[in-house]
């Protein structure tokens, strides 16, 4: 799915099935709350914490597609409330990463293996 067409199909989910937008404020602190979710998430599948109970990380594979959608929905959501083209958003952030970092990351000794 395009992004275009993203924006499109949870603009029409929200005007059918969920009444209508929350407020831009609502929406970030959901923001916030989902990205909140994916950290602690990934504290457990890939940094050093554990996870409480066995059945937690037989699906935190699962949930972790699942917490990156979560994100991905509220950020199209206030997208669609504050008249942004994400694709176009997306396009023109690779445009100044290419010419910004043209040779920064290729010449970061951090980065060398």
Known sequence: MEIKEAQAAVDHWIKTVGVRYYNELTNTAI???EVGELARLMARIYGEQSF???EDEANAQ???GSEMGDILFVLLCLANQTGVDLGQALEDIMEKRKIRDAERHANNPKLKS
Request: proline fraction near 11%; glycine fraction near 0%.
């Open 31 to 33: 923001l916030m709350e």
């Open 52 to 54: 409480k109970r066995p």
């Open 62 to 64: 699962e949930n972790l």
